[in-house]
């Protein structure tokens, strides 16, 4: 019997009202993590990674309109959930860390001070122990010197430090499920790879989800369990790690498999794949938005995208039988 996921996305569907026009940033996305689990959402700038991450915890902009579909984290509808539920599950059962920690810290508050913030908030820390616990998070994460940091300013600070101090907020309180959005990103190669040991040591140690956003596909399956594909608002392929390196089976996986240098690669590094993403403006997007890209479309594609799920594999693709016989 499969236990229930931490957290269910079902056939979401996100439009953006902009002035010109509307944007269908995602649409029909379907993808779940469970407890303990590492997934790996990946594709390139512009695929929706982002709007995703947000829209599952109930926090995008004034612009979106979610036009259908649900996300259950635990059991309760995020989507349908008051802001009062909302907030009382954000920083304690969900935490989010981003590419720009400036984005998450005050500027104008002591480090310590933030940490302890979060931890009166959403723990039952005794107030006289909130000092000592804010500077063993600080410890936790490699912080040197905790204790002079804990009075530290933001701006005081390196920007890998700065990301250390992040991860650190979004980890006092034993979240159930971390959602990182391409946490390392400009970052220099060595603090990528601390940064990636600490958040991978500290979700395994707690027995903790992640969802880890990423263009770097080498971090991907150096990391996580499962990989989720993303082109133009669509998941085209989700499959475990190894399977879906081993035998990839959208065409668009293939690409990028495909361009991915052995050894550390990025996508914005890629130039191999193609053409660029559709237009998500307009309003006549066919029905395979990787269909004009695509080395082996068919009239076949202009047709509503299969869903297909072979086991764990879940994979939108016409091309899908002709590559099962050549894999
Ligand atoms: N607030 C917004 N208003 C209009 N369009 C947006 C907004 N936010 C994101 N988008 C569009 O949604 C698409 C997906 O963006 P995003 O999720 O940021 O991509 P990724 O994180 O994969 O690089 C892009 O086409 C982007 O322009
Ligand atoms: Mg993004």
């Given at each position: 019997m499969p236990t229930p996921a931490l957290l269910q996305v079902e056939h979401l569907s996100l439009q953006f009202r902009t002035r010109d026009g509307t944007v269908r940033?995602?649409?029909d996305v379907s993808l779940s993590i469970g407890k303990g689990e590492t997934v790996g959402l990946v594709g390139e700038s512009g695929s929706g990674k982002s709007v995703l991450a947000y829209a599952l915890l109930g926090?995008?902009?004034?612009?979106?309109?979610?036009t259908g579909g649900s996300s259950r984290f635990d059991g309760l509808d995020l989507l349908a959930a008051g802001e009062p539920a909302l907030q009382a599950i954000r920083g304690r059962e969900v935490s989010m860390i981003f590419q720009n920690p400036k984005v998450a810290?005050?500027?104008?508050?002591?480090v310590g001070h933030q940490l302890e913030d979060v931890l009166a908030r959403h723990t039952t820390t005794p107030r006289a122990q909130l000092r000592d616990k804010a500077i063993a998070c600080l410890a936790d994460m490699r912080i040197p010197d905790p204790a002079r940091r804990y009075?530290?300013?933001?701006?005081?600070?390196?920007g890998g430090l700065c990301q250390r101090v992040m991860i650190a907020l979004a980890l006092a309180c034993g979240p159930k499920l971390l959602v990182a959005d391409e946490p390392t990103t400009g970052l220099d190669v060595t603090t990528q790879a601390a940064i990636m040991a600490l958040v991978g040591e500290a979700t395994r140690a707690r027995g903790m989800a992640m969802l880890l956003i990423t263009h770097d596909l080498a971090l991907a399956r150096e990391r996580c369990d499962r990989i989720v594909v993303m082109h133009a608002g669509h998941v085209v392929e989700s499959a475990p790690t190894e399977d879906l390196f081993r035998d990839p089976r959208h065409p668009y996986t293939r690409q990028l498999i495909g361009a991915t240098p052995v050894g550390r690669a990025s996508l914005a590094e890629l130039s191999a794949i193609g053409g660029s993403l559709p237009d998500l403006r307009r309003s006549d997007l066919p029905a395979c938005r990787f269909a004009g890209r695509c080395?082996?479309?068919?009239?076949?594609?202009?047709q509503p995208l299969p869903e297909l799920r072979a086991g764990p594999r879940t994979l939108r693709c016409h091309q899908a039988s002709l590559q099962e016989a050549t894999a």
């Open positions: 940033a995602l649409e926090l995008s902009d004034g612009a979106a309109r979610v810290l005050n500027p104008i508050r002591k009075h530290a300013y933001p701006f005081e600070l390196s080395a082996l479309r068919t009239p076949d594609c202009e």
